[in-house]
């Protein structure tokens, strides 16, 4: 856990890094949060398994799921926070040399373009390509990470304009408004009605609560009981010489500069 939230730093993911050990402890403390992993399977089926987490640590349960896995779906409900979701798509990339999905979901913070309800999670996403050096997407389909308003409140920083809108649905900068308040997804309404068929995916396919009925995420005074699924695809012919092809036109490519970040030997 300690090896997650370092890297996390350092990866400048700062919104599931440190600051998250305190609602880890706290529903650690209060008994919602279970101390050590208990994974019940609920379900096998061809080359896919569903796990039941039973409320445990999110981020000791997928360390061991993604050790060697020998599925290529693999899904769970009932964790707790799982940290960046990069970090395991990665590892799956660089164990097995095989490309990784995976997706979950989360309690309700993104409002439906126009209205002030949160309806559905940040909906976080994350790919890796294993080409010569290893394409890593780590994102949320919100404009903006939950977590990253929740760090700007601490810092007593403002958060971009145009990504969060407070309690009555207006745009906001101030990040405590846009915690009362909710978060836009990218893309509008198209990017909105991409968000809920992945969560809905993401219940289908674990059991999971969905939308406004999941809690203990961030929450912690009770039990989590959402869902995420990761999938390892076969390497069938592993061509990368698009590389080449897209370096023309980007800086960096997903997950590079956070490579680049990761060689720091402190954390701000």
């Known amino acids: 856990m300690a090896k997650h939230f370092v890297e996390a730093e350092l990866r400048g993911h700062s919104s599931h890094g440190l600051q998250r050990v305190i609602p880890l402890i706290k529903g650690i403390d209060l008994g ?116 990253k308003i929740i760090e700007a409140k601490r810092k007593g920083e403002k958060i971009p304009y145009g990504v969060a809108v407070n309690k009555n649905g207006e745009i906001t900068a101030d990040p405590d408004e846009a915690l009362q308040g909710g978060l836009l997804p990218i893309g509008g309404m198209k990017g909105f009605f991409l968000m809920m068929t992945l969560e809905l995916l993401v219940s289908f396919l674990t059991g999971s609560a969905l939308a406004t009925e999941v809690q203990g995420v961030l929450d912690t005074t009770k039990s989590p009981n959402k869902g995420e699924f990761m999938i390892i695809l076969p390497r069938l012919q592993g061509d990368c010489h698009g590389l080449s092809v897209l370096k023309q036109f980007v800086e960096y490519l997903p997950g590079e500069h956070s490579d680049e970040m990761l060689k720091r030997d402190e954390i701000d």
């Open 32 to 147: 919602t949060i279970r101390k050590t992993v208990k994974l019940t399977e609920v379900k096998r089926e061809d080359n896919a398994v569903l796990y039941d987490a039973n409320h445990s640590i999110g981020i000791l349960v997928w360390h061991y799921l993604t050790e060697s896995p020998k599925e290529s779906l693999i899904a769970v409900k009932n964790s707790s926070h799982i940290g960046f979701l990069g970090y395991y798509t990665r590892r799956i990339s660089m164990r097995l040399g095989k490309p990784a999905i995976m997706i979950g979901n989360g309690e309700p913070a993104v409002v439906k373009p126009g209205t002030a309800k949160k309806v559905i999670s940040t909906t976080p996403i994350s790919f890796a390509i294993p080409c010569k050096k290893i394409v890593v997407l780590d994102m949320s389909l919100s404009s903006i990470a939950r977590g």
